[in-house]
């Protein structure tokens, strides 16, 4: 038989977490131990750390720059080219998180959130698009909660000010600092930019960035309050400043409903017609991934794409369904959250069209049988908590959906 298996996070077991690689390596060993099989693993980070791993076989060439941490400290961090085109086109792929994993500072500290910037991103994107017309940013978790205002001031040349103190200066920046949106996006003007995004949270809002935070991390609640207003004040600045310029279209791409704002249009002046226009962008699906980076991305003129799709296509994953009898996929809890975003529903979805069917591995398994089967879900299983436990359930589901053993 032939098995797809898929995995795009870490699973939470007792004895240790098993990252995806890890964890796709556990099921493949026991399930070719069990039964003959083809086995094909695939890993679907959409962009916490991980994604360059993800795409390591198909972006070979990994360039080391220096860049700004979090925390104002050079780091060391990298970032991977895709092959030349036939036309000579490139993509160059930047992961966020590597700039909080390289901080050595702690400055994640909860005390020091408010103050981490997002400037490192810019400066490898910067540098990542003198040598490709495509970069490819996945937001993940960079340990920032600017809203991009480090990002865009790096791509504009701003070395200091308020855009590179992160999230909790924001709330002080004039129109004159919002400006850097303009400038870079015209250091990116021969240069496409994407966002890959994890999530379609909005910039703002009970569901936005800040929200999230707080849901998160209670003990921050005050500070994310904080942030949501500055957040909101920088991002009504950011449009001030946008108004009148060439749009691109931030929908390209994008999935799930959402508001634009159309290329090319000049928009009307007056109080009602920058409201909308502060909607478009802070509503954004996903202008609040990677603590606002989201928002920062479209407003220098980049798009926002669900991080796992990309991945998905980069690796060839439709290819890769096509030819399997049976697609495992690996998450680390399957509730409502893992059956409508991430590696499940993608590879559900290419699956379905096919006729394969869908098998899931879980450490916990919290949705019921009709959740599971509108999720295009053939069968789940728990793996149990720990890795003695979740090798003797895989034999048991690879006799199941395999065959005898051999």
Not at 96 to 110: E, I, K, W, Y
Not at 147 to 157: I, K, R, S
Not at 361 to 379: D, H, M, V
Request: proline fraction near 4%.
């Amino acid at each position: 038989m032939r098995l797809l298996l898929a995995a795009a996070e870490p699973l939470a077991l007792s004895d240790g977490p098993l990252s995806a690689e890890d964890a796709c390596a556990l099921v493949a060993q026991t399930w070719t131990a069990t039964v003959r099989a083809d086995v094909d693993p695939c890993v679907l980070n959409p962009g916490a750390a991980g994604f360059l791993r993800a795409l390591a076989s198909h972006a070979p060439e990994h360039v080391a720059v220096i860049a700004r941490g979090v925390a104002g400290e050079d780091v060391p961090v990298t970032f991977r080219l895709g092959p030349p085109s036939a036309t000579g086109a490139r993509t160059a792929y930047v992961e966020a998180a590597f700039l909080r994993l390289a901080a050595t500072s702690g400055s994640l500290a909860d005390g020091g959130l408010g103050a981490a910037t997002s400037y490192g991103v810019g400066q490898v994107v910067a540098l990542a698009a003198r040598r490709a017309s495509r970069v490819v940013v996945a937001t993940g978790d960079g340990g920032a909660h600017d809203a991009g205002a480090g990002m865009l001031a790096a791509l504009a040349g701003t070395d200091d000010g308020p855009l590179t103190r992160g999230g909790g200066a924001l709330g002080a920046i004039t129109r004159e600092h919002a400006l850097v949106a303009l400038n870079a996006r015209d250091a990116l003007a021969t240069v496409e930019l994407v966002g890959a995004v994890e999530s379609d949270l909005p910039l703002l809002g009970l569901h936005g960035a800040s929200g999230a935070l707080a849901a998160a991390r209670p003990a921050l609640a005050t500070l994310a309050q904080e942030l949501e207003r500055a957040h909101g004040h920088f991002a009504h600045e950011v449009t001030r400043a946008l108004d009148g310029t060439a749009r691109r279209d931030l929908l390209s791409g994008l999935s799930g409903p959402t508001a634009s704002l159309a290329p090319g249009a000049r928009p009307a002046v007056g109080v009602a017609a920058r409201a909308a226009a502060d909607r478009a962008l802070t509503g954004l699906p996903g202008a609040g991934a990677g603590g606002g980076l989201g928002f920062g991305i479209a407003a220098a003129g980049g798009r926002l794409l669900p991080g796992t799709s990309l991945v998905a296509d980069v690796v060839g994953l439709g290819a890769r369904v096509e030819g399997a009898d049976v697609a495992v996929v690996v998450v680390d809890r399957l509730d409502a959250s893992t059956t409508h975003d991430g590696a499940l529903p993608e590879v559900a979805r290419r699956a379905g069209a096919l006729g394969v069917p869908v098998v899931v591995l879980a450490r916990e398994i919290l949705a019921g049988r009709r959740e599971q089967a509108a999720a295009g879900i053939s069968g789940a299983y728990e793996l149990g908590a720990d890795a003695g436990a979740a090798r003797a359930r895989v034999a048991r589901v690879a006799r199941t959906w395999g065959g005898s053993g051999t």
